[in-house]
């Protein structure tokens, strides 16, 4: 499956010009051990896999449950991500980011409960991987003229507009930036920031990070 996904990517570069890259994501509702597994499962292909992340229900499973596993990941040269501050509180994204170590906050949004928090994102120019729609779906916000975006660009955080998973949520990414600009009124400024920032937090090269932006 893995070496399917990873020639389709690779045709996608050299014939249509899309960039992409593997994440692989660890399920939280599974425990410690299945993660572990899963993680040595992957070491054949880490040529093909660029980063590992956590996912699925955040209630009452801390990120420090993972600590071990995302160690074995980053010593393996696995690139840090993990959803965090969705449904968890704020402790959770200072846990991804002390305990796990992370490069990127999938969704945090509710990091904004925290002003020391917010500080530290702001300060360490910590992406957040923002999905409206998911939001929306999941009751994360009761509408998305109450989504907090606008108020992460305000404060200096450095969030991007994603999809999550379309077929779930109902929107693949232009859906999401439709929405999202049209529920908060976003100008085109502020659309073009998410953007940047889209392509500065990815996992693109300096070089190709330069060329896009």
């Known amino acids: 499956v893995i070496n399917g996904i990873h020639r389709a990517m690779s045709t996608a570069r050299t014939d249509l010009g899309i960039t992409s890259c593997l994440i692989m994501n660890f399920l939280r509702h599974l425990d410690e051990a299945s993660a572990l597994h899963t993680l040595r499962e992957s070491l054949p292909h880490r040529d093909k896999i660029t980063a590992v992340g956590l996912d699925s229900t955040e209630l009452?499973?801390?990120p420090t449950t993972f600590q071990r596993v995302f160690?074995?990941?980053?010593?393996?040269?696995?690139?840090?991500?993990?959803?965090?501050?969705?449904?968890?509180?704020?402790?959770?994204?200072?846990?991804?980011?002390?305990?796990?170590?992370?490069?990127?906050?999938?969704?945090?949004?509710?990091?904004?409960?925290?002003?020391?928090?917010?500080?530290r994102l702001a300060t360490d120019g910590v992406g957040l991987t923002v999905c409206p729609l998911s939001n929306l779906k999941l009751c994360v916000v009761s509408a998305l003229d109450h989504h907090p975006l606008r108020l992460m660009l305000q404060k200096g955080l450095r969030p991007s507009i994603n999809s999550d998973d379309p077929a779930y949520f109902g929107g693949y990414v232009n859906a999401n930036y439709a929405?999202?600009?049209q529920a908060l009124g976003l100008t085109k400024a502020e659309l073009a920031l998410c953007a940047r920032i889209s392509f500065e937090t990815s996992f693109l090269s300096e070089a190709e990070k330069e060329e896009r932006v």
């Open 179 to 181: 929405a999202v600009a």
């Open 60 to 62: 009452n499973i801390p």
């Open 71 to 119: 160690a074995e990941a980053r010593e393996a040269g696995y690139r840090l991500v993990a959803h965090a501050g969705e449904e968890g509180p704020p402790e959770y994204v200072w846990q991804a980011l002390d305990q796990l170590q992370i490069e990127r906050i999938d969704h945090g949004n509710r990091c904004l409960e925290d002003e020391a928090l917010v500080r």
